[in-house]
């Protein structure tokens, strides 16, 4: 069974870019744990053959329904719902960046990321 | 007419009125805000009130019906948005304090489609953060209660949604169903849920949390005004990808269609689960009763991987939504949390941002996707959600809907399972089916668990399912068990009882 410890915990975060706690990190290890345990019944399931399935948006759809011969999901007689690429007026400058937190010369400020 | 007389009527009826020139939208504002102003105190439903907003979207309605111009189908109907909904200009957070301060720059598809139909948007209903919950207690706001009782949940997540319906304090409102969080509060607070099929409504507006299984749908008192709803949403959007370009059908139209001639496929062995309560399938029972006599037949269907729908969830979900929310950086919206380098901003946004349940979806999306567990998680649940989309699409070329229950207890009282994410995670059995398979689905009334000394009445609600894009028969068969019952008039104690009364026995919430 699959059990998460701590130090796990503590790499997923970092993963994610998230910064546990040892408090948090103990809690998630002990509650992710059970979770997972219950998650590893889908490893019992034959799949012996069966393709990913496919996000509903991807043509070709199946011609046949909603589950056609690619299985994939999409209603019959639809289309993809994909648009000519045409260009489209964008936000104004100063409104896509109102709500950014901090703003320098009409971009983005952010911290430091390269070393000197 | 009376404030109290107007909050009764359907939203429908709401738009005849104003359009006639026998209501004012101004006047319907009026009411529903006076029974907001009412409710909120106890029940929190609404995260944001858009006063302002609502009384000018009022006045213009009014303006224009005196000007002599053509009203929408939705003139004047005060309608709440799930707090994930962009309207432009109006703080939107999706229940997250990362979005704290945000005001969308851009307008959503849902809020345009509304206003364009006369809708006045009266806020931003509460939910879990980032509709991560069935529950509503994941939050760093005010939990929604529920109106029938406010010692239990509204439901997740979009619970602000279902109880301000309930409540009145909105005359339809709009949620999002990722595995049952339009239909799962709308069973608990006692009002019609509709998730629309897999790119029925654009998905254009609307803050992701899992995009393979997002949908925008109505909550409505009755199911026409579900209808009428939809027939605003449904439809192509050059915005959304994902969201497809087939014929918009004439939905009111098809709520009078009756039952008769329709096949409803029941999942007997689903119903063998030892944690379904006697008064859910009672309600179901019953429900299926009311079809037969309005002339449907029912037959037995086969979902062979039903069981592994929820492991399958819960792994795409997460992986998802560790995959949407790697978004929220500080950097460009919302909060930040400013510190010397970039990697430290990221880290302390996020971790002050987030809260614990936001967090442990994270956690597990990053685990199921990381390179030495994708094939065993992600990619094996990729393969069984296939086999379950297959399962449908066999039981659906022997029946015309598929009927269960949509929680398999009435409701729990806050606090009751909060503790502990896999039982509350187990509680989605019903409604998940529906979101992998990109089916449509609905949750309609069927009537109120008798009260005992552990537990008070409350709502429960039965699921029909249809294949995708058949929502007019979906809404036929819904229209026709609401049209068969008096469920859909039951309405919550008013004024709300208090939240501080005495605690309910917290064992006595269901089984789990």
């Known amino acids: ?116 | 007419m009376t404030p109290n007389r107007i909050i009764e009527l359907s939203a429908r009826a709401i738009a005849r009125h104003v359009r006639e020139g026998s209501l004012r939208a101004t006047e319907v504002l009026e009411a529903f805000e006076a029974r907001a102003d009412a409710t909120e105190p106890v029940l929190h439903a609404y995260l944001l009130r858009a006063r302002d907003e609502a009384r000018t979207a009022a006045e213009a309605i009014d303006g224009a019906r005196a000007a002599g111009h053509p009203l929408g189908a939705l003139a004047g109907v005060p309608i709440g948005l799930k707090d994930l909904f962009v309207i432009e200009g109006m703080h939107t957070r999706a229940g997250s304090r990362i979005l704290e301060g945000w005001i969308p720059p851009y307008q959503g598809t849902h809020a345009a489609r509304l206003l364009g139909a006369g809708a006045v948007i009266t806020g931003k209903l509460a939910m879990d953060e980032f509709a991560m919950g069935s529950s509503n207690e994941n939050t760093p706001y005010e939990p929604v209660r529920n109106p029938w009782d406010p010692r239990y949940v509204p439901g997740g997540s979009s619970g602000g949604s279902a109880a301000a319906v309930a409540a009145g304090s909105c005359a339809a409102a709009l949620g999002s169903d990722t595995g049952g969080s339009i239909r799962q509060p709308a069973s608990l607070c006692g009002v019609v849920g509709l998730k629309p099929s897999y790119g029925r409504v654009s998905r254009h507006g609307m803050i992701a949390f899992a995009s393979s299984l997002d949908q925008a749908g109505p909550i409505a008192r009755d199911v026409r005004d579900a209808a009428a709803l939809l027939q605003v949403l449904a439809g192509p959007d050059p915005l959304d990808a994902t969201c497809v370009d087939a014929p918009v059908p004439d939905y009111l139209a098809s709520c009078d269609r009756g039952a008769a001639g329709l096949r409803v496929g029941v999942h007997r062995e689903a119903l063998a689960s030892e944690g379904l309560d006697p008064e859910v399938a009672k309600a179901f029972e019953h429900a299926l009763a009311v079809l037969q006599d309005a002339g449907a037949t029912l037959v037995d269907v086969e979902l062979p991987h039903a069981e592994h729908a929820i492991a399958t969830y819960y792994v795409l979900c997460t992986a998802e939504a560790a995959s949407n929310l790697a978004r929220y950086d500080g950097l460009r919206y919302g909060a930040r949390i400013a510190r010397a380098s970039l990697r430290e901003t990221y880290e302390a946004t996020r971790e002050a941002g987030f809260s614990a349940e936001v967090k442990r979806r994270i956690l597990l999306g990053t685990f199921v996707l990381r390179k030495d567990s994708y094939a065993a998680y992600y990619g094996q649940a990729q393969k069984v959600r296939r086999l379950i989309a297959r399962d449908y699409a066999r039981a659906f070329e022997g029946c015309d809907l598929i009927a269960s229950p949509v929680s398999p207890v009435p409701g729990f009282a806050v606090g009751e399972r909060s503790h502990d994410p896999l039982t509350m995670y187990l509680s989605d059995v019903f409604t998940i089916g529906a979101n992998l398979a990109g089916l449509a689905a609905i949750s309609i009334p069927a009537g109120l668990s008798a009260a005992t000394s552990g537990r008070p009445a409350l709502p429960i609600g039965v699921q029909l399912m249809a294949p995708a894009l058949q929502e007019p028969t979906l809404l036929a068969a819904a229209a026709a068990h609401e049209d068969a019952t008096d469920h859909h008039r039951l309405r919550p104690p008013d004024p709300p009882r208090s939240a501080t009364a005495s605690e309910p026995d917290p064992g006595a919430g269901g089984a789990s």
């Open chain 1, 1 to 116: 069974m699959s059990t998460i410890s701590r130090q796990e915990c503590h790499e997923l975060a970092s993963l994610a870019r998230l910064s546990l706690n040892e408090e948090e990190a103990e809690r998630f290890a002990a509650e992710l744990s059970p979770i997972l345990a219950y998650l590893e019944q889908l490893q019992a399931v034959d799949t012996m053959g069966v393709e990913e399935h496919l996000p509903p948006s991807r043509p070709p759809l199946g011609p046949s329904g909603p589950v056609g011969s690619t299985g994939a999901v999409g209603p019959a007689g639809s289309s993809s719902g994909l648009r000519d690429d045409v260009t489209a007026p964008p936000l104004p400058r100063e409104r896509a960046l109102a709500g950014v937190p901090e703003v320098l010369d009409g971009h983005v400020k952010v911290p430091k990321f390269k070393k000197d």
